[in-house]
């Protein structure tokens, strides 16, 4: 998983063999599913976790916190319900109704990134993201706040970054808001703020 890093960052991998050196492209979709323990009960309603502490602490370990850091979105999926498999799955919006809402971010993405290489929120560098397409005065306040405490990294910032894009673009706003930053910062660390974390902080 460590390996996954570097290829997470550049978007290619390098291959060293005697016969030379290959650069290929590698640019992908991670998506991580874990437990929150051995057990996989703790913190789940009714708990029943007989894990201690230092069991679950190592557990959690085996995600670093630098490949944690590259990643974007975390959501806490607790266990599905009888009711809701009765009843909510048929209320559940429709997928095309959703692919048409991604498709509209996505144009108006591409929009603002006419007469550049790049097409999506998440392929921009953050250099460039950060100094070409300024945020409304304040908005990203309560990011740098967690920066300045140590709990986000400069990278996480360019991450959070990405998604409040992306959070904008789905909104249907011309920059993210300060809310939009909120909500990005909330994905990014799973939960609300406040509460324990299964996965804990990158
Ligand atoms: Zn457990």
């Known amino acids: 998983m460590e390996a996954l890093r570097q290829p997470l960052e550049s978007g290619h991998v390098v291959v060293a ?20 323990c051995p057990c996989g009960r703790h913190g789940q309603p009714g708990d029943g976790c007989a894990c201690s ?12 916190g630098p490949l944690l ?11 599905v319900s009888r009711a809701e498999l009765a009843g909510e799955l048929g209320r559940a919006e429709n997928t095309a109704v959703v692919a048409a809402r991604v498709h509209e971010a996505r144009e108006r993405a591409g929009a603002r990134y006419t007469g550049t290489p790049w097409t999506v929120n998440g392929a921009v560098p953050g250099y460039e993201l950060r100094t070409r397409w300024p945020l409304a005065p304040g908005a990203l306040r ?61």
């Not at 063999?17 to 929150?36: D, E, I, T, Y």
Request: charged fraction near 30%; proline fraction near 7%; aromatic fraction near 2%.
């Open 17 to 36: 063999r005697s016969a030379g050196v290959m650069r290929m492209p590698a640019r992908f979709l991670l998506l991580l599913a874990a437990n929150p």
């Open 142 to 202: 309560e990011a740098e706040r967690d920066m300045e405490r140590g709990v986000l990294t400069a990278r996480g910032l360019d991450r959070v970054l990405r998604v409040a894009w992306t959070v904008a673009d789905l909104a249907g706003h011309d920059r993210p808001t300060r809310d939009d930053v909120a909500q990005a910062l909330q994905l990014r660390t799973g939960v609300n703020r406040g509460v324990p974390q299964p996965m804990g902080r990158a």
């Open 69 to 79: 850091d590259r990643v974007d979105l975390r959501v806490r999926v607790g266990p």
């Open 53 to 64: 502490p230092a069991v679950i602490r190592r557990y959690q370990a085996r995600l670093s």
